[in-house]
């Protein structure tokens, strides 16, 4: 399956797959999988439309997502934090030790230094407020 990286009007860049031509088509895949989901379908669909599967971020071939944790956290469970991370091999995951829920409210200053910091190394990402 070809892959393309797409940079949207966001800023924000996904791998996807458009192939063939006439009628598009959009596959969109659930939560932790990817466009490998629809690998058997794509070629069957290209023969009479365009088709178009693309990675959510963090998910497949897209680039990477933060995640944040509280490791009190009791609303969901600090295990799905790891799973996730799993799930979203791409991901990156930092625990507040001294958060729950709301480790952005908990912790601020070190929330804003680490998405600052994620920010960084992402120059030219950013889109107006609408």
């Known amino acids: ?60 071939d897209s680039p990477a997502v933060e995640l944040i944790w509280g490791r009190d956290e009791k609303v969901i469970k600090f295990a799905s934090a790891d799973w996730l ?16 829920h709301c480790p952005m409210w908990e912790e601020p200053q070190k929330f804003n230094a680490l998405v600052t910091e994620w920010a960084a190394q992402r120059p030219g990402r950013t889109s107006p407020a609408s």
């Open 1 to 60: 399956m070809s892959s393309l990286l797409l940079t949207l009007p966001s800023g924000v860049t996904v791998a996807c797959t458009d192939t063939g031509s006439g009628q598009p088509i959009l596959l969109l895949h659930g939560v932790c999988m990817s466009r490998k989901f629809f690998e058997h379908n794509i070629d069957g669909l290209a023969r009479s439309h365009r088709v178009v599967a693309m990675d959510f971020r963090g998910h497949g």
């Open 85 to 100: 991370h799993e799930a979203l091999p791409s991901s990156r995951l930092e625990v507040f030790d001294d958060s729950g």
